[in-house]
């Protein structure tokens, strides 16, 4: 029989007195007592669910190990970190997580390790839990999993934004998989996840590629009688589950763990697919960036954790021991730092080679130990270099040519947007430093017209010529020459050639420039982005897009003759000023004889080191970055619009949206 409203209170009551050991009844009607006898009933009739997950913290010290093993759980899950510091605020992990990990593996439970996450301090982290998990041996026996429980107080004039949560949230992930080469799962529930939302008040779009550990405790009744969560209890976003968490107090209903979870039908299935231990993988020597497709070979060395109650042996090789000249199968999609192999009758081994991916078809190659420190490749493209050195980065001198040229990126401008509408993320532009409105309309004359179609397509080029789109306000009639308003869009970079008072002026073009002069191959968005820019709109969920249904439009930065172009300075985020310090975050970072992902690599940077960038050098939605020993890449932005930094060298605002390879 389902409890009343009432007699659900009294539940609440019943377990609050339990935890704190309270005697009921005193003050209590008889009415009342017999109500909570009923619930007490009701409490104690809960069912375990089975197959089951149990987590645990330090706070649940000791175990009951005894209890577990009966219970028969397919994993159990400890915390390993908690925030930025520790639960504690002293930069150590969880008290009790390496006594769990030796207890779990002498009682032959798998297990995973999981990491609180808090908002702000992102990147350390991220830093905190992947060096805790390399402490403990590896991540055990499941993906990485994040904690998110986070709930942001109004009056707290701190708190984080829907918004910025998530993409803090995104960027923790991110961190997470490029480390171990697995998606992490998210645990949560329907309450946390939506203070992730957006103004628009969705989830991030990226929710559903991440699987769901959620949260969502039911009367005792439902969980006795169903084998499946309940559809409220699932966070917006997603539509499937692999871990519920049907209750908090397992402990008071005599079972040996506090929070009990029933693990999903396809997520068991993914468990006993992979369920060997993950084995920890040591690579001394740097790997090098290489084109999508291509073979490598890289000195690795693969130590084996010996599977607990077996004698484990594969390819000839004792599962204890450290073995390196093996065949890997390489496959697409996942990043080379922290690499990890799952044990399944074969080795696997996931990753994408710097900032390429490898094809989708699965690649072959070889271990094999390097003595000279170099990375070498094999099967490469004519004209390659058989071996890279890693270089060590030139120290400044102090007589370095340091570029004088200094650019920005155009920040965003919130606005409201219709529902099924969008509007053009346009920001306005002065013909003279000063006030905050915009300049006189400038004639776009006929070989400019001429110019855009080269650089756009036919589609592209009848969204530039219309009116009310982007930068034509004006309607104008057959042989009557368009006025276009002075904007660009926010994402695209700008070069600042002076600044007077809270103006900037900005390179551009002149209306009247003989368009003969330039080359579409090279004076282009792609390869000029401080004076061209990238059409970009709004959507009603305050998502950057393209233009008319996913539409690639490219205008150049054009002043009247005789004036100049002058943006406010709020309207912009400077790059950090030259010379500036970076610090290799990427496991290798190519270094190249001249900017570009097609540029001839010289050497490479190995993580950890230290270099001076001296000059900047936008390529599209891209950062290049001279130093002393050649050009790197600061920001990396692929069609899909994800951003990259290899160093710890930042752009606030967010770019542009790639357009496709």
């Not at 999508?292 to 000839?316: K, Y």
């Not at 999609?333 to 710097?354: A, Q």
């Not at 078809?361 to 270099?385: C, R, W, Y």
């Not at 009247?512 to 792609?526: I, V």
Request: a neutral charge.
């Amino acid at each position: 029989m389902l409890l009343t409203s009432k007699e659900y209170c009294l539940l609440c009551f019943v377990k609050k007195s339990l935890r704190m050991n309270l005697q009921i009844g005193s003050c209590l009607s008889t009415s009342e007592e017999n109500a909570v006898a009923k619930t007490k009933e009701a409490f104690y009739q809960y069912k375990l669910k089975s197959p089951a997950i149990f987590d645990f913290y330090e706070g649940e010290a000791p175990l009951d190990w005894e209890g577990i093993k009966a219970a028969k759980p397919l994993r159990v899950a400890f915390q390993a970190t908690y925030g930025r510091h520790g639960r504690h605020n002293d930069d150590t992990p969880d008290r009790e997580v390496r006594q769990f990990v030796n207890e779990a593996k002498a009682n032959g439970i798998k297990y995973g390790l999981y990491h609180f996450l808090t908002p702000r301090s992102i990147a350390e982290q991220a830093d905190f839990y992947i060096k805790t998990v390399q402490s403990l041996g590896g991540l055990g026996d499941m993906e990485p999993i994040v904690d998110i429980e986070y709930e942001p107080n109004r009056k707290d004039k701190n708190a984080v934004p829907g918004a910025e949560w998530a993409g803090q949230i995104k960027a923790w992930l991110d961190l997470v998989e490029a480390a171990f080469g697995m998606k992490p799962m998210i645990y949560t529930s329907a309450k946390f996840w939506a203070f992730t939302f957006g103004r628009n008040n969705m989830p991030p779009e990226w929710t559903p590629n991440y699987r769901l550990w959620t949260a969502g405790y039911p009367l005792t009744e439902y969980v006795d009688k169903n084998t499946t969560c309940p559809p409220s209890y699932i966070p917006a976003g997603w539509k499937e589950w692999a871990i519920w968490q049907y209750a908090e107090d397992g402990r008071y209903r005599k079972y040996a763990a506090n929070d009990l979870n029933l693990v999903s039908e396809d997520y068991v299935n993914v468990l006993n697919q992979n369920g060997s231990r993950v084995a920890v993988v040591d690579t001394p020597v740097a790997i090098t960036d290489m084109p999508a497709g291509d073979n490598l070979t890289v000195p690795v060395s693969v130590t084996i954790p010996q599977e607990s109650g077996t004698g484990f042996r594969f390819t000839g090789v004792s599962a204890s021991s450290s073995i390196s000249n093996l065949t890997y199968t390489v496959k697409a999609g996942n990043p080379p730092s922290g690499i990890t192999v799952k044990l399944d009758m074969k080795l696997d081994l996931e990753f994408t080679i710097g900032p390429s991916k490898v094809s989708d078809d699965q690649q072959q190659f070889s271990i094999n130990k390097t003595q000279d420190g170099t990375v070498e490749l094999t099967n490469k493209p004519a004209g390659s270099p058989d071996k890279l050195p890693v270089l060590p980065a030139t120290q400044p001198s102090g007589s370095e040519s340091v570029s004088t040229v200094r650019y920005a990126i155009v920040k965003h401008i919130p606005r409201d947007v219709l529902p099924g509408k969008f509007a053009p993320d346009t920001v306005t532009m002065a013909d003279a430093p000063k006030g905050t409105g915009k300049g006189k309309v400038i004639p776009i004359l006929d070989s400019w017209w001429t110019y855009i179609a080269k650089i756009n397509s036919a589609a592209g080029l009848k969204y530039a010529r219309s009116v009310g789109m982007m930068w034509i306000n004006i309607k104008y009639g057959e042989g009557e020459t368009p006025k276009a308003e002075r904007i660009t869009c926010g994402g695209n970079f700008v070069s600042i050639l002076e600044e007077s008072g809270k103006h900037y002026r900005i390179d551009s073009f002149s209306n009247e420039l003989k368009t003969g002069t330039l080359d579409p191959a090279k004076d282009n968005w792609f390869q000029r982005p401080e004076v061209f820019f990238k059409a970009i709109a709004i959507n009603v969920k305050g998502d950057l897009i393209n233009v008319a249904k996913g539409l690639d439009v490219y205008f150049p930065l054009l002043s009247r003759a005789g004036d100049a172009l002058w943006i406010i300075k709020d309207k912009v985020e400077l790059f950090p000023a030259l010379p500036v310090e970076v610090v290799v975050s990427a496991d290798t970072l190519n270094v190249g004889k001249t900017p570009g992902l097609d540029g001839e690599a010289v050497g490479v940077y190995a993580k950890g080191t230290k270099t001076r960038v001296l000059e900047y050098r936008p390529l599209g939605a891209s950062v290049w970055g001279r130093t002393a020993d050649g050009w790197i890449n600061l920001l990396l932005a692929d069609k899909s619009g994800k951003r990259v930094f290899p160093t710890d060298w930042k752009l606030d605002t967010t770019g542009v949206i790639p357009p496709p390879a």
